[in-house]
């Protein structure tokens, strides 16, 4: 065996030496600009030298253009260049994204990329210093294993454009060949740096960022591996700050084979190719040599970021227009104390007297004047007569409300009200005229718990909610910073100002408003609340009071503060539903707090609410990650029927349940009665399906990805048609608001209108390709500092604000009005 080991080795070692002596080398010199064309196969080996230019700095690097007209993958055309800041070595053909390249031009390290003691070393390879101490020469190694003869295509040239200019844009030219190379170093003063790139062609490419080093990063594989890096289309755009890069950095702009790393589905000249033809016909096949020049325009400037005072003046500005309403809040609650002003906006009431029943009281007051003082007995009305709740628990109705309620199993009959009801019974025992007093019997005690529920319960959910999500998007934002790739982030490029380790801080700052005033908000339902309870109104006058459910849609408010700026840190389609969710139920809350203002005993109780957010939430995970024609489908079916379900219920007042009893009930009275008994309330129910039926059909022929603003639309158009329907039937009934709620109301009404517009017009889509979402991107709005989004952010804040004062005072004028007299609708 030791024989058979030592001959196996002569005779390899004999192939070597054979080969070297039947390879001739042959060292050219050339010149720069020049085509040189040398034949080359396994015999012969080129070491072509490029001399040295005259008058060119060390920081201008080389460009090497070198094209193959034959050999594979298996036997490739090895080019090695050496030069005073390192080797490198390629290969022709090569493959990108399953295509060969027979050509390649590459950008060479700048002679001042190399390291200290360079110099000794160049001197000792034979290659001299001009007399300025200054070298720009490069030599290129060529050979190949291929027997058969090729020939090879060679240029040295220097780049017309290398250097960038401050707030000068460049232009110049890539091809998925020709990777293009630029520099920049930042002055002192230069602490941060805008770069913008743009083109008119949609061909996909990468744009990223390299440190002033060698090698220089060029290819595909070579960039996804290091560097800041983003793939664009039309535009892209980053931030850079002088200590990432304290030597300059380099900006390498790439073009991919095809567009599908854009999300632009199949390539230009796909690999689709009817080969099969001139195969059968001609006996050819094309050669994937023939590709199409994918050629890419680009547009580079450099910008300077915004400052530090600037940085400042957006948010001091931001921060006075939000704490304005502050202000105004604390002038307003001032001028109640000037008696003169205290009469336009005082509240007109009943109190309860102390120890007296209040069933003939007549007594109305105004404002501060109030009598304070807690009636003892509960005055019991003429009627005994409830209509059946939600569900049929009864955990938080105490004996005493108990004995006041006489609800009857679900289709029967019922007795009706005797004091202000129309005696002609309608379905299930329904009174053709409804009035509050038979919708309010339970005691004021029950329905403030029942109401605070709802504000105890979105505490719950907010922090179990909230704690996952900052975790969340903090792990989304150390991978982006570790892994370079920008792709990660949905941002507005063009208008993402970093702050500290936030990347997209405008975005984050710009909830303040929904934080400053939920809080404010809350702060004014806690005042009312607290006159409320030092000067006890009449229980049988008014709307009753639902703090509990107005002070959620406050702290609501604040946590879609949070949950917003969690999702600006880092936005994208993994947590899409953190910017969504509590939008959501600010609108659901919404619909609540007005059916429950006319509807106390009948109302949703918190829990059931919650739960169906809960379903919707579900619902635009599933559409968004796993949608398709089947979701769309079952959710288009299940849009209809259970808003056709919620309609059967408002209308018959809760009584309508999918049972055999039930519906046979209500088919005889459709058969008995075909005139609707309630009209008002038939039209609304009439509307609403309208409207649903339209966006559900809309979104079946539409399938939009982004299903979580499809759900949004749903849900915000719904709010928005029950309140001015709410509001046209207060004007309906002769009721009439005071001019403070019509005041807000025009100030919703003006801030909802702009809102909605930027909110439509959007800066990002994360529902596309990264690159495609960056064509929404666009430059800064306002103060330099605020983009449309960001715009969307505050006058929503402040639209949702005002929206919750009006829901809070629109039924102030009724405060002095027997509840048997208040319609329902």
Partial sequence: MCVVAWALAYIALAAVAVRAQSVTVVQLQLQYNELHLVRLNNSVEYILEFEAQPHVGREIPSLVWVQSDGGDIAHPVLITT?????????????????????????????????????????????????????????????????????????????????????????????????????????????LQMRLVVTSQSELCATLSVHNYSCPIPQTLDEIESVG???????????????????????????????????????????????????????????????????????????????????????????????????????????????????????????????????????????GEVESPGLATTRHRRGSTDTYDRSDDSDTDIDDEDQTDLSVSEAGQQRSLPAQGQNQVQGPFGLPSRLRLAALSRLRARTLRARSDRYLYMLYIVAVFYALPVIQFVIAFQVVMNVSGSLDICYYNFLCAHPAGAVSDFNHVFSNLGYLMLGALFLLQVRRRRARRQKLPRDEEYGIPAHYGLLSALGAGMMVVALLSASYHVCPNRLNFQFDT???????????????????????????????????????????????????????????????????????YLGQFRLEKQVLAAAASELRRSPRPLYGARLLLLLIANALNWLLAIYGLIKQDSDFASHILQVLLGNTLMYMVFYLAMKLVHGERLRWYAWSMLAGASAAWAPALYFFVSGSTDWSSAPAVSRHSNHECKVLQFYDSHDLWHMLSAVALYLSFNTMLTWDDGLSAVKRTEIAVF
Avoid at 247 to 271: N, R
Wanted: glycine content about 8%.
């Fill in 82 to 190: 050496r030069q005073r800041a390192g080797a490198e070595t390629w290969q022709l053909p090569y493959e990108v994204e399953g295509r060969k390249l027979f050509q390649l031009e590459r950008t060479l390290c700048p002679d001042d990329t190399a390291p200290r003691g360079a110099d000794t070393d160049s001197l000792c390879e034979g290659q001299e210093l001009d007399q300025s101490g200054q070298r720009h020469a490069f030599s290129l190694h060529l050979s190949t294993s291929c027997a058969t003869d090729l020939t090879v295509s060679v240029r040295g040239t220097l780049p017309t454009v290398w250097r960038l200019e401050r707030e000068q844009p460049t232009t110049l030219s890539a091809t998925q060949w020709a990777p293009r190379v630029l520099y920049y170093k930042m002055a002192e003063e230069e």
């Fill in 228 to 366: 800041l890096r983003l793939t664009m289309m039309k535009s892209g755009a980053l931030q850079l700050s002088r200590e990432q890069y304290p030597s300059g950095f380099y900006v390498v702009l790439t073009v991919w084979q095809s567009d599908d790393a854009c999300g632009a589905g199949e390539s230009i000249g796909g690999d689709d190719v009817d080969w099969l033809w001139p195969a059968a016909l001609w006996g050819e096949v094309p050669s994937s040599r023939s590709v199409p020049d994918r050629r890419k325009e680009f547009t580079v400037t450099l910008k300077p970021a915004l400052s530090r005072s600037q940085y400042v003046v957006a948010g001091v500005v931001t921060l006075a227009i939000f704490a304005g309403f502050y202000v105004l809040f604390g002038v307003l609650v001032l001028a109640q104390r000037w008696p003169a002003f205290a009469r336009y906006v005082a509240p007109q009431a009943v109190l309860a007297v102390p120890g007296i029943a209040s069933v003939n009281s007549t007594a109305v007051t105004t």
């Fill in 581 to 651: 969710a509590f939008m959501y139920v600010l609108a659901v809350l919404s619909m609540v707090k007005i059916y429950q203002a006319r509807h106390p005993d009948v109302n949703a109780r918190a829990h059931a609410t919650y739960g169906v957010l809960a379903v919707i939430i579900a619902l635009v995970v599933w559409g968004v990650l796993g949608g398709g024609p089947v979701f769309w489908g079952v959710f288009t079916v299940l849009h209809i029927f259970t808003f056709l379900l919620l309609s059967l219920r408002i209308y």
